[in-house]
């Protein structure tokens, strides 16, 4: 090969290093910037860290910044300096230098971070330094570094030694326990034992300004300078980094330089912005001012604990989302508008926007989108066909060449263009009014005719293994379309709600796993040919809701497919043995960015895909590492009373366990007056991921059931708590889905004083006290009570005494008065019914008396036979009055109940020998008693005769006057 070829050979192929040596760009990491107006501090921001438990801390010009996910909090120094390095130790302690002191930040009995001078501790003119510009731990040591003296102390407090290099230095660097100085007109020195030596390599950076040192292998040093780019030791050796990227180093001014966990190395600049490299120098990635960044001086650089890059600027501080699979592709790299279309074509990109077409070379980092001339408008589609690449756009069909596009048909509305496998040499072509067909010649693709027989818009079309070609409408249902002979028309056939499709709307038709798969609002059809209805599909079932409605899939050349739903994005990554694995949690980044009028995911190569979004594209990596778990806490920030107006703070989160900080509870005594039961709790989650917020769920457990619903909300307020014991319990969920530790509080509301228990102690004492006063009140009042009236009875009992006797005297006449009076009476009532009933008995014998004679005057024996009757029933009857009731009723009241007892006594007798006895009682005589028994008085004489021997009487004894006796 002669020399002109050789030097032409290594041209090129430098040439082709540059240009290839970022690799592949299409967007920039998801971003988040903090204003000097959002964390309220200066605007230099010098050094960035974070604690365990994920509290960033920030060495502010104004002092230090707090962020802890959700709040900026800034702890100023009385001095009012600056602050140039903050360093956290694993005990929680936050160790700051700043201009004219040094020192530690730790919790006052409140939880809020107060500050401990430790260079008030150095006596004589050695506390009268300038800057202390870094603190670094060095084993057991502390080591703050300032442009004169490095002051060393222990954990404790105490300084152990002063070392005084004999140059003063610019720089430190701690680097595998070796702290390194970089000193003015000396170069790169090295402390040990106490002393300060100048490095083996040291003289080489001599009038270089050191920016960083990290080592990259061992006995390996990267080494950064402000202005004279970026140099690698190996052993006693130096070169340049990377020969092709030095003289970007160099106009850059290099601010810092780390390495991150993935093994890349971040350079921050100061005019360049961020330039991420590989291990050998080659630039994956520069972000600056406008193009994934908001300003282009970097100060300071920190990964934190989920992979964050965050850098602080000049004037604010930025977190960039280093780890996520997501790029975003929009007007930062040149492409303006709503994203809808894309084709990746070798190594150019094409992006269609709601603004034109728009193309890049990707393996050009340093080049931003072109736009494609006259395509200014809205673009739904574009596709590479028949070696051509094909626009569809609102105002018709297009071919784009060198840049330029060239209309084809000047038919409005190209939503979609389908390259026929039935008819290889056409392209169908679906707009707002129908179909049309081009046809491939060896041109170009040339517009033929409109297809007749169909007017319906066609946006979505899919063309089947038989030549089918399937349309879905957005809100009327499927069609299923043939082509004519000819070509010169279309039969189509309407499926819809009596095919078996759920309804009419809201369907779409797409190829996966070569076939073709109908989604619909609620859930996931295909075609049945022999019964020629939609049917349910079995395939995603698995991996799916059954009526799920997936508004956009996409499948890419390994198999896996991506999908938009309306409940989540995700893929569906596709295994070795056929069978599909679902991410879904890493995706709720793209939570309301994407495009919501034309969703549509597009694969660019093997396992890299497009995402349409409102601004421009999403492009995801599916190589990148998935999501990892990880743990973190929820923190109260602030513990307040809410209805206090002085010393309402109860805590602000943080207290000292013995000698370490601790965000967990540890006085769990802690008691509120009853005066005071409203309290404010403020809490946030670390979990840095910077443009998405956590939600929250909190619990006060002995007032509410159980958790609340999921919210953004960093505070919780209850206003008149009862008295009793609680435990407020808070958990976090970040974006991915991701649930913390619980946190824990526990506090008492004290009761009011008058239900305290000393309160009832005393209620119960005052009551007994006063049930004795009242017990001898009355008993002293009983006791007057009862002497008066003993005395009045006394008194009343002589009096009733000799009342009594007259009054009982007067009584017993007129008890005798009063019963005579009474025996009188009912004496004249048994009379008058014994008298009524003599003559009722009198006047009835009468009559059968005149009735006998008339019988017996009588010739008519009919006549006869019925007086004879009449005669018979009352002689029947006469004994039955009821008259005799009354009588026995009287009689037994005036007699002292002489039936009852006579019954009693005698129950043998007969009712006719009862009445006897009574009659003989009332001494009535012998007639008397003939009538009302309406008998003879010989069967009266008869009737008396019988009645003696039941009472089994002697012959000396009277009937009547023993009856009188009983």
Known sequence: MTGKFKILFILISLFLIVNYSYGQFIGYPFYKYYSSQDYHGGIQNWKITQSQNGLLYVANNFGLLEFDGTNWNKYSLESGTKCRDVFVDTDGKIYIAAQ?????????????????????????????????????????????????????????????????????????????????????????????????????????????????????????????????????????????????????????????????????????????????????????????????????????????????????????????????????????????????????????????????????????????????????????????????????????????????AKKLADIPGTWTLLDLRKYPKYVLQGNYKGLSLFEKTKNGLVFLHKLEGFEESSRVMEEDEEGNIWMTHGYKGVYKINLSEDLKSVKSEYYGKEKGLPSKVLINVWRLNNQLIFSTESGIYEYDKKKDRFIKSSFLSNHFPENVQIVSFAEDALGNIYFVSTNETGVLEKRTNGNYQKHTAVFNQLRNVLNDDLHNIITLEANKVLFAAKEGFIHFDNAVQKLQEIEYNVIFTKISISNSKEDSIITYGRQMDGQNVSFEQINKDIKIPFKDNSIRIEYSAPYMNGQFQNEYQYWLENNEENYSDWSFRTAKEYTNLTEGDYTFHVRAKNIHGQISNIATYEFTILPPWYRTTWAYGLYIFLALITSVL?????????????????????????????????????????????????????????????????????????????????????????????????????????????????????????????????????????????????????????????NLLNISVRGVEIARYRLRKKLELERSDNLQEFILKY
């Open 100 to 404: 004219g002191d040094f020192g530690y930040y730790i919790p006052d009995n409140l939880g809020k971070l107060t500050f401990v001078s430790l260079a008030d501790s150095i006596a004589g003119d050695k506390r009268n330094f300038d800057e202390a510009w870094r603190v670094f731990k060095k084993n057991d040591q502390l080591l703050f570094c300032t442009f004169d003296d490095i002051f060393i102390f222990n954990k404790s407090g105490e300084l152990l030694d002063i070392v005084n290099p004999e140059t003063d230095p610019d720089n430190f660097f701690l680097v595998n326990h070796q702290l390194y100085l970089n000193q003015a007109g000396k170069g790169l020195s090295v402390m040990e034992n106490g002393e300060v030596n100048q490095a083996e390599f040291g003289k080489f950076f001599k009038n270089m300004t050191i920016s960083g040192i990290i080592e990259i292998s061992n006995n390996q040093l990267l080494i950064s300078t402000l202005k004279n780019g970026v140099f690698v030791k190996t052993g006693n050796s130096i070169s340049n980094w990377n020969n092709q990227n030095q003289s970007i180093f160099q106009n850059s001014n290099i601010n810092q330089m780390i390495r991150l966990k993935n093994g890349q190395i971040a350079i921050g600049t100061q005019n360049e912005g961020l330039f991420l490299l590989d291990t050998k120098g080659n630039i994956k990635m520069q972000l600056n001012k406008g193009r994934g960044i908001e300003n282009r001086t970097v100060l300071s650089l920190f990964e934190d604990i989920q992979g964050n890059l965050w850098l602080g600027h000049n004037n604010g501080i930025s977190s960039v989302a280093l780890n996520s699979p997501f790029e975003h592709v929009n007007e930062q790299t040149g492409l303006p508008g709503t994203g809808y279309d894309a084709l990746l074509l070798r190594d150019t990109l094409y992006l269609g926007t709601n603004n034109g077409l728009y193309f890049k070379n990707i393996q050009h980092k340093n080049t931003t989108f072109q736009k494609v001339e006259n395509t200014t408008g809205q673009v739904y589609n574009i596709k590479h066909l028949h070696n051509s690449i094909i626009m569809g756009h609102h105002s018709g069909t297009y071919n784009i060449k060198n840049g330029t």
């Open 774 to 930: 009242i017990f001898l009140i009355f008993e002293l009042r009983y006791k007057k009570k009862t002497e008066i009236i003993t005395e009045e009875k006394e008194k009343e009992i002589t009096r009733i005494d000799s009342e009594l006797k007259t009054s009982e005297q007067k009584l017993e006449h007129l008890k005798n008065e009063k019963l005579k009076s009474e025996i009188k009476l009912k004496n004249k009532e048994l009379a008058t019914s014994t008298m009524h009933l003599i003559n009722k008995n009198s006047f009835i014998n009468s009559i059968k008396t005149n009735l006998n004679n008339i019988s017996k005057r009588s010739k008519n024996q009919e006549v006869k036979h019925e007086i004879s009757r009449v005669i018979h029933n009352i002689d029947k009857n006469i004994s039955a009055d009821e008259d005799w009731e009354h009588f026995s009723i009287h009689f037994d009241q005036v007699h002292g109940d002489f039936i009852k007892r006579w019954q009693k006594d005698y129950p043998d007798l007969s009712p006719q020998e009862m009445k006897l006895s009574a009659y003989l009682r009332m001494n009535l005589s012998t007639k008397e008693i003939a």
